[in-house]
C-alpha cells in the first residue's frame, strides 16, 4: 500500500520562494520514479518536475531555473524546491509516484499573491 502525504504549500508573495515535501509509506519507493505535478483552477494537472529512481530530473520549460526537484531515499521523501515564484505558478502540488500504476498524494495548495 503507497501511501503519499504533502506538505509546504502556503502563501507567498511574487518573487518569493517555498519548499514542499511529499513522504511516502510503501517499500516500493526507491525503484519508483517520482514527481511533481500542478492543477491551477479551470485548467488540466500538468507535469512539473519528475525524477527517476536514480536521481535524475526533468522540468516542465515553464519552471526550468526556478525549481528544483530532490529525492532522499533513505527517507522515502521528494521535495520540490522554489524560487523566484509567479502567481501563474498558483496551483494545488501533487505529488506522484510511479509504479505498477501511478500513485497521488491529497495535493497542497500554492498561492502566489501580493
Known amino acids: 500500500q503507497v501511501q503519499l502525504v504533502e506538505s509546504g504549500g502556503g502563501l507567498v508573495q511574487p518573487g518569493g520562494s517555498l519548499r514542499l515535501s511529499c513522504a511516502a509509506s510503501?517499500?516500493?519507493?526507491?525503484?519508483?520514479?517520482m514527481g511533481w505535478y500542478r492543477q491551477a483552477p479551470g485548467k488540466q494537472r500538468e507535469l512539473v518536475a519528475i525524477i527517476t529512481s536514480s536521481g535524475s530530473p526533468k522540468y516542465a520549460d515553464s519552471v526550468k531555473g526556478r525549481f528544483t526537484i530532490s529525492r532522499d531515499n533513505a527517507k522515502s521523501t521528494i521535495s520540490l524546491q522554489m524560487n523566484n515564484l509567479d502567481p501563474e505558478d498558483t496551483a494545488v502540488y501533487y505529488c506522484n509516484l510511479k509504479y505498477d500504476r501511478n500513485y497521488w498524494g491529497q495535493g497542497t495548495l500554492v498561492t502566489v499573491s501580493s
Open positions: 510503501g517499500s516500493i519507493f526507491s525503484i519508483a520514479a
